[in-house]
């Protein structure tokens, strides 16, 4: 079987100094999963493998260097689903956990597929993920613009800052197995408590090895409203290739939802590959053995 693997960091207006570094930590996942596919190795393995990195690289808001809340702390979503069984695992509202998809990957063969904030962190620790402070997944970067922010928004001015780094992984293995996962920080100084697409299953993301799959990222509410991820596996079993469904899918969300905004990642199971977006910019960065190999923003 063919091996491919897309990853994505984000669908927003990454400002200018942000690029570069935006475009290398994608490169970097994706080449940190490939060499697993290219070894044999699970497409499980490889997701986890290039969200870990991402969540461990401050540009992105995953992990390390995530959007602070209203109350100036950092809260992580984080899924992955496996194609083959159709399993998933997902985690929400964790504050002390440094690597959100490494947990919610043990959700695949745990009693539960979606635990949230203290169960979550408690279940963690049973399984042997250390816990952190949640002061060290905060950057400087972040911390200037919650305050910014906080100065505004105490005077009474409504001022958007910063953008969703949502970042996100599909691969597809030698077995033929597809697999889909995404981790987040959510949006910039969101209500406390607040999950949006990323952990739920056929909003954020979803995989079928028979089909395909897709990961989203972008304003979360306009994604959940329409189940995105999973109406583009619909349309990938309604025979559309994956670049048309792509490219469909952002045609409704901004249609269907007022301010509806995002960007999409598509595999399928002979190794196609689909990527579209309605915002300034998405950070990619794709690779498969039928001679496919680029990055871009």
């Given at each position: 079987m063919p091996i491919a693997m897309i990853v994505h960091g984000g669908a927003w207006a990454i400002p200018?100094?942000?690029?570069?570094?935006?475009?290398?930590?994608?490169?970097?996942?994706?080449?940190?999963?490939?060499?697993?596919?290219?070894?044999?190795?699970?497409a499980l393995d490889a997701c986890e493998a290039a969200v870990r990195?991402?969540?461990?690289?401050?540009?992105?808001?995953?992990?390390?260097?995530?959007?602070?809340?209203?109350?100036?702390?950092?809260?992580?979503?984080?899924?992955?689903?496996?194609?083959r069984t159709l399993g998933y695992g997902a985690v929400a509202n964790l504050r002390r956990v440094r690597n959100p998809i490494s947990l919610a990957r043990k959700l695949l063969t745990g009693a539960g597929t979606f635990l949230v904030g203290e169960g979550a962190e408690a279940y963690a620790v049973a399984q042997g993920l250390p816990l952190c402070e949640n002061d060290t997944?905060?950057?400087?970067?972040?911390?200037?613009?919650?305050?910014?922010?906080?100065?505004?928004h105490a005077a009474g001015t409504e001022?958007?800052?910063?953008?969703?780094?949502?970042?996100?992984?599909?691969?597809?293995?030698q077995a033929g197995n597809l697999v889909a996962a995404?981790?987040?920080?959510?949006?910039?100084?969101?209500l406390p408590g607040r999950i949006g697409d990323t952990p739920l299953i056929g909003c954020g993301l979803y995989a079928d090895a028979q089909v395909g799959g897709a990961v989203c990222t972008g304003?979360?509410?306009?994604?959940?409203?329409?189940?995105?991820?999973?109406?583009?596996?619909?349309?990938?079993?309604?025979?559309?290739?994956?670049?048309v469904a792509a490219e469909t899918a952002m045609r409704?969300?901004?249609r269907r939802v007022a301010g509806g905004s995002g960007g999409c990642i598509v595999l399928t199971p002979d190794g196609r590959i689909g990527l579209a977006w309605n915002t300034r910019h998405m950070a990619y960065a794709y690779r498969s053995e039928a001679g496919e190999d680029a990055s871009g923003i």
């Open positions: 200018d100094d942000q690029v570069e570094p935006h475009l290398a930590g994608c490169r970097a996942a994706l080449a940190s999963g490939w060499s697993i596919l290219a070894a044999g190795g699970s990195l991402m969540e461990d690289d401050p540009i992105f808001d995953a992990g390390t260097g995530s959007h602070l809340t209203a109350a100036g702390a950092v809260e992580l979503d984080a899924a992955i689903m496996d194609g997944l905060i950057v400087e970067r972040e911390r200037a613009l919650w305050e910014q922010w906080r100065a505004t001022q958007v800052i910063g953008g969703q780094d949502t970042v996100g992984a599909i691969a597809l293995d995404n981790s987040t920080g959510g949006t910039p100084f969101k304003w979360g509410e306009s994604i959940v409203r329409l189940a995105l991820a999973r109406r583009i596996v619909d349309m990938l079993e309604r025979g559309l290739p994956p670049q409704i969300l901004a």
